[in-house]
């Protein structure tokens, strides 16, 4: 179980530069992200939205520069980072010949954790029904809403989502964004992309970090 964090600050990106194919996508990119924080990556398609969280995940190295986790390189202190992260990327993740209630039972053991209901939390996510039906057989915003159902039993501090939107209804949205802000009122982050406007989030409290092609 994680262990709950004192510093305020989270993670910190230290002039962090990703090259791909020959092109810089950003170069020197500083900035910290604290507990209470919602912050949206932002950009056009092509900017690096995607390859800046793997990086903060720790999933890719960046070119140059560092990701700090209470003031020290994540690569110094890999298991106490994975214990406060938690990252869902652009593609669902759920395994075709399990159920629903499968991919999440799997997933949360894989992540250490004991004592859930992947019953009560598919409910919330609206696949109620849906337990026991091979994930392969289930629509498109099905696999997003079973690979959203690890959201609601984490004890991460820092949640890195990629596009967890895609594919999600009006409803489904609505109730994200509150588990979102429930999420950084307990003194967590979340991280996030998506192309949607985010109506329950006040703009006031919703960070933003641009990505723009004016950096090649």
């Excluded at 019953?119 to 498109?140: C, K």
């Excluded at 984490?154 to 999600?168: C, G, K, R, Y």
Aim: proline residues 3%; aromatic residues 8%; glycine residues 8%.
């Amino acid at each position: 179980m994680a262990v709950p964090i004192i510093n305020s600050t989270l993670v910190s990106a230290a002039k962090l530069t990703c090259i791909r194919e020959e092109r810089i996508l950003f170069d020197e990119l500083s900035f910290d992200i604290n507990s209470g924080d919602i912050v949206q990556i932002e950009g056009p398609n092509g900017a690096g939205k995607t390859s800046l969280l793997r990086i903060l995940a720790g999933l890719s190295r960046p070119y140059s520069g560092t990701v700090l986790f209470n003031k020290k390189p994540i690569q110094s202190c890999r298991d106490d980072y994975q214990n406060q992260l938690l990252y869902l990327g652009h593609l669902p993740g759920v395994k075709s010949e399990l159920t629903a209630a499968e991919n999440l039972n799997f997933n949360f053991k894989l992540m250490g954790y004991s004592n859930f209901d992947c019953i009560d939390i598919l409910n919330e996510v609206g696949l109620s029904g849906f337990e026991d039906s091979l994930t392969g057989h289930l629509s498109a915003g099905q696999h997003r809403r079973t690979a959203l159902g690890r959201l609601w039993h984490s004890n991460a501090n820092i949640w890195i989502l990629d596009e967890p939107f895609t594919a999600i209804d009006k409803k489904g949205v609505i109730i994200l964004e509150q588990l979102f802000l429930a999420h950084a009122n307990r003194g967590g982050c979340v991280i996030l992309t998506t192309h949607q406007d985010m109506n329950l989030i006040d703009h006031h409290s919703l960070k933003k970090i641009q990505l723009d092609y004016s950096l090649i």
